[in-house]
């Protein structure tokens, strides 16, 4: 068999085929990594594959065949994991110099969770650093691609994520999103991405870029797939005060077509303003029409706030960030500058030659929004903000169940395109950053194919309403049948003209 | 500035730098547009009254493999630079 | 120039007594362990990992804002205080700012029979850092070296108002503090061993209605540390004032070799901080039904029992002074009153003897094996003249030392408190005419019948003779009878 034979696979086929016996562990990460080696050279998307460790872990699978039993949910099933999720005995760089060679000797609970669940760690995903862009062009191990248009970026800070599994080089994965980082590049790259409520999944173990913001959410070919790995991601952890002690997502929660067709859809008009590129708009439209006709009850609704979400979620994120990466000085862990004589030159050495442009510009940033005399007019404003922000949504589900929107405001754009403009940068996120404001569960799956470029459609839920979430997206991937993509492995040509 | 966040700059990056920030901090100024007077400020999405720990001991024992790593360890001690200003505590 | 008005503040911290550390499960009984032993992801601040309250942090904390008459917030927010120092692994320093656990109490003390009271500005809760080494074989003169086993550690920071007006006083407040948090066992209070630090503010002014220019005083070891640098800077700031010369604003470390304060070179510029509510621990909202129920817990605290001790066992301040340092005393002394009600009689000999046998073992009265009982049970002897008050220090120390109680004691040594042979005589014609084979086998030579008895004897005086006596009287009367 043959990766792109199993482009329709959803994880119910593959452990069909596990029980089955019609394959086995080892055979399906085979083709995996065979699927890896003729992409990885034109994308980039890991940074860690180690393709011994990969079969040592379908080996252990088949030593343990559960008989009768039924199979973990997640059995065999690849998984990659962004390298900012701590991963035992291999590297978590961020995608950083002062990283590089960082070994976490501890596993973040999420990864432990899909270890439980029979996934197999697959390998570490590429990243803006720290987690801090929106196109993964700023990873110290280069940029990485985007599988459906190479000369263009995958989004991010989750693009390599978002391009293993848009090129099928696994069937899932997971990422980090602090203002859209899974959402954004899922949009870019036509695949489902998920940012679940904050507090649903633990963030022990993932490195902090905002702690106020970060989750960690699934990144998929199909919406059953990822509310399966939502569901295996979720719930309490002792070593997470900000985990909310709920149970956790279940699927079995997801309500019936019937149900779903009860959903009184908002639709912000906010988010389809003159920003946002036309096309998209029209699509997104176009597949709240079709809602419409399937008897959908369709609300136009207002965020006044949105407008200014964007500069109160940077002011709030990159306070946090300065903060929270003041603990890579090279004193305990991580990259110390050579040769340093005096304790000052070693910091200064240390974090400027350990940390890339983006990452020094944010926390020079936040620096300066906490600092005495700037945190009234800067860091308090943002949180400000963020308290009409949320206000907004509570006011939007009095009226309304769900929330849809278009998840990016233009398509991929070519690499190096946005990457001298920060700005500019910053606007990609400015329809994934008001539901992270919030803390609501947000989801982006692809709506539409626009010459050959995907268009995202955001599903926003209330507090811990996946269900809802991934009720309404099941319904809208039926009902537009646009198929996840399966690029054609570039010839080598191509790839070379970059 | 940069001397709080422990980094530092060449003339000219600083130069760029500084155009870069003051091109983001001006698009902050949009939020003066906003009456903040009466609105409390949201520093942590909470859902629940949070988590603790149980006061009793549990022993890590994997800290040889962080002093393993380490950039400089002697005698298990992390080392650093001498810090001249030993009052500074 | 004797008009000088001293204006001190203190800022007292204190090592929270838990097993665990704040934020993480590592132990915190550092003492002795190898550097960097007691550690975690947590409190090594590796990256990706969280804080998780220990909850008994924050009840220690609440016992001693409430104790300290404070009033406490309804929630409890912990801050972030940003800066870099190799001793802080996480580049902050977790604190609280403006959501402390309680603000506006007081803390009463006495000094020579006069009540006195500071006023408490906050009491708040906040992290340890790690420790730095300067010096050790494995380091270069070029380095130092980090120890993370107290990184994390809870600390509790009291701040008073600057209600002190001398350097007794403030040594004097400084003491019962360290009572207050002993007798509520939330710190073992140790200057020496650094669970209880103290930093003070002192001022001078020559008009009592204004405040002179603060200098703030660090590395204060001991309370008499305390005493010797405070008073150091009364003089140093009085001939200033003396001179017409200017106090300048700058923090002073005490030389606890030379006797001096120095002014700490550099770092003039006020660090900013940037204190921010730290995003990984959510604020905790405190309920009044809890709070209710550590108020009922809070034990008598050490002056309001102070007082009740002069009052009620017609103490001296002094002596009830000596009694209440320390609760497990004051609770000692008040469980012997149970068993002999002579309060002074008890008083003096735990002010003296105990305490000095105490000292001498190293011990506090609980770590000791001295129950009420028999210590009381001593004492009891002394009144009925059963031993000499020489004697019984002696069998004190033993009691102390061995564990045994003074029964066992004097008769282990032979010492005998049947005082008179006479009494002894009566039990010893009693068995020889109750046992007249055993008489006829001892004077047949059988050495053996005599040991029998002898253990008669013993048993008859239930132990309350020494076997030297018995065995004196019992040969004499066989003798007189043969």
Redesign the interface.
């Known amino acids: 068999m043959t990766a792109e034979e199993m482009k329709n696979y959803r994880v119910s086929d593959y452990r069909r085929i596990l029980q089955k016996g019609d394959i086995s562990p080892r055979e399906l990460v085979k083709i995996f990594l065979e699927r890896c080696s003729q992409w990885e050279p034109f994308i980039n998307a890991f940074l860690h594959l180690d393709a011994e460790r990969v079969l040592r872990q379908a080996e252990e699978m088949e030593k343990f065949p559960p008989a009768d039993e039924e199979l973990p949910q997640l059995f065999g099933i690849p998984v990659a994991v962004k390298d900012n999720i701590c991963v035992s005995g291999i590297p978590t760089t961020c995608g950083s110099h002062i990283l590089e060679n960082y070994v976490s000797p501890y596993e973040a609970t999420v990864v432990q969770r899909l270890r439980r669940a029979g996934a197999i760690i697959f390998g570490k995903t590429n990243l803006d650093q720290f987690a801090m862009g929106s196109s993964t062009e700023s990873s110290v191990f280069g940029a990485t691609r985007n599988p459906l248009d190479l000369s263009r970026v995958p989004g991010g800070s989750s693009g390599g994520s978002a391009a293993a599994v848009a090129s099928l080089e696994v069937p899932l994965a997971i990422g980090s999103d602090t203002g859209g980082s899974v959402r954004q590049p899922a949009a870019f790259c036509g695949v489902v991405g998920v940012r679940p409520t904050y507090g649903r999944v633990s963030r022990y173990g993932v490195v902090s870029f905002a702690s106020s913001l970060d989750q960690v959410g699934p990144l998929s070919r199909f919406v059953s797939d990822a509310a399966l790995l939502a569901q295996v991601l979720s719930g309490e952890d002792p070593l997470d005060s900000t985990c909310a002690p709920y149970p956790p997502f279940s699927t079995s929660d997801i309500p019936s077509y019937e149900e779903t067709r009860k959903m009184r859809l908002g639709i912000p008009r906010e988010y389809f303003s003159s920003g946002v590129d036309r096309s998209i708009s029209e699509e997104v439209a176009s597949a709240v029409e079709k809602l419409a006709k399937e008897g959908f009850d369709v609300i136009e609704i207002s965020l006044p706030h949105t407008d200014f979400a964007l500069e109160a979620y940077y002011l709030v994120a990159l306070a946090e960030a300065s903060s929270n990466l003041a603990r890579f000085d090279g004193v305990l862990y991580g990259k110390r500058a050579q040769g340093v004589k005096t304790l000052m030159e070693m910091y200064h050495r240390t974090r400027i030659e350990g940390f890339g442009n983006e990452v020094k510009r944010r926390i020079m940033l936040g620096t300066y929004a906490l600092s005495s005399g700037y945190y009234d007019e800067f860091y308090l404003k943002g949180m400000k903000v963020r308290t009409l922000v949320r206000q907004d949504f509570e006011k939007a589900y009095e009226a309304c169940d769900i929330l849809l929107t278009p998840s990016s405001p233009c398509f991929p754009f070519k690499l190096g395109e946005k990457i001298s403009d920060p700005y500019q940068m910053y606007l990609t996120d400015i329809l994934t950053v008001p539901s992270a404001m919030a803390g609501l569960p947000s989801l982006s799956l692809n709506c539409a194919n626009r010459d050959g470029l995907p268009v995202g459609l955001q599903v926003i839920a209330g507090p811990f309403r996946e269900d809802r979430m991934f009720g309404l997206a099941l319904f809208l991937e039926e009902l537009l049948s646009v198929e996840p993509p399966i690029p054609a492995v570039p010839d080598v040509k191509e790839g070379d003209d970059e | 500035?940069?001397h709080?966040?422990?980094?530092?700059?060449t003339e000219q990056e600083l130069e760029t730098?500084f155009r870069?920030?003051n091109?983001?901090?001006v698009?902050?100024e949009?939020?003066d547009t906003?009456d903040?007077s009466n609105?409390?400020?949201?520093?942590?999405?909470?859902?629940?009254?949070?988590?603790?720990?149980?006061?009793?001991?549990?022993?890590?024992g994997?800290?040889e493999?962080?002093?393993r790593?380490?950039?400089?360890v002697?005698?298990?001690?992390?080392?650093?630079?001498?810090?001249?200003?030993?009052?500074?505590? | 120039m004797n008009n000088l008005k001293i204006t001190i503040g203190l800022e007292v911290h204190c090592q929270l007594s838990t097993r665990a550390k704040m934020f993480c499960r590592c132990g915190t009984d550092y003492i002795g362990k190898g550097p960097n032993s007691l550690t975690c992801p947590v409190c090594l601040g590796l990256p990706g990992s969280l804080p998780v309250l220990n909850q008994r942090v924050l009840d220690l904390a609440l016992q001693l804002a409430l104790a300290l008459g404070c009033r406490i917030l309804p929630k409890v927010v912990f801050h972030r205080k940003n800066y870099f120092y190799p001793d802080l692994p996480k580049g902050y320093q977790v604190s609280q700012y403006d959501y402390p656990i309680g603000v506006n109490g007081s803390i009463d003390y006495a000094l020579q029979g006069q009540r006195k009271s500071v006023r408490i500005k906050r009491v708040h809760v906040e992290e340890d850092a790690g420790k730095l080494v300067h010096e050790g074989m494995a380091l270069m003169p070029d380095q130092s070296g980090v120890d993370f086993n107290r990184s994390g550690i809870p600390l509790a920071e009291i701040v008073t108002e600057p209600d002190i007006r001398s350097p007794e006083e403030a040594r004097e407040c400084l003491m019962m503090f360290r009572s207050l948090v002993r007798y509520l066992e939330v710190s073992d209070g140790n200057m020496e061993e650094g669970s209880l630090r103290c930093d003070a503010n002192i001022s001078l002014s020559r008009n009592p209605g204004e405040m002179g220019v603060k200098v703030e005083v660090k590395n204060m070891n001991s309370f008499r540390s305390v005493y010797r640098a405070l008073s150091f800077e009364v003089e140093r700031q009085k001939v200033l004032l003396h001179e017409g010369k200017e106090i300048s604003q700058e923090t002073r470390h005490w030389d606890e070799i030379k006797h001096v304060t120095v002014s700490s070179r550099g770092k003039e510029e006020a660090e900013d901080y940037r204190y921010f509510p730290d995003p990984d621990l959510l604020p905790f909202s405190i309920d009044e039904a809890s709070l209710m129920n550590i108020r009922e817990k809070l034990p008598e605290l050490p002056l309001e029992r102070k007082e009740r001790f002069m009052l009620e066992y017609e103490l001296t301040e002094s002596e009830a002074g000596v009694l209440v340092s320390s609760k497990m005393l004051a609770d000692f002394f008040e469980e012997c009153l149970k068993e002999l009600n002579k309060p002074k009689t008890v008083c003096n000999w735990i002010t003296t003897e105990v305490l000095r046998n105490l000292k001498n073992l190293g011990k506090n009265i609980n770590q000791s094996e001295i129950t009420p009982k028999a210590f009381t049970e001593l004492l009891r002897m002394i009144e009925k003249k059963e031993i000499s008050g020489t004697i019984a220090k002696s069998v004190l120390e033993e009691m102390f030392t061995s564990g045994m109680n003074a029964r066992e004691v004097i008769s282990k040594r032979g010492i005998s408190f049947i005082s008179s042979e006479k009494e002894l005589e009566n039990i010893v014609v009693d068995v020889i005419e109750n046992n007249p084979q055993s008489v006829a086998d001892y004077l047949g030579g059988k050495q053996k019948a005599f040991n029998f008895l002898v253990g008669q004897v013993m048993r008859q005086t239930r132990g309350q003779a020494s076997p030297e006596m018995v065995k004196n009287v019992l040969y004499k009367q066989l003798s007189a009878g043969g």
């Open positions: 500035m940069a709080l966040s422990r980094l530092e700059f730098f870069d920030l091109n983001i901090l698009h902050f949009k939020l906003l903040l609105v409390s400020p949201t520093s942590h999405i909470t859902w629940t009254s949070p988590p603790v720990n149980p006061d009793q001991p549990v022993e890590w994997r800290e493999e962080v002093m790593a380490a950039p400089k002697e005698d298990r001690y992390f080392i650093v630079p001498k810090i001249v200003d030993k009052q500074e505590g």
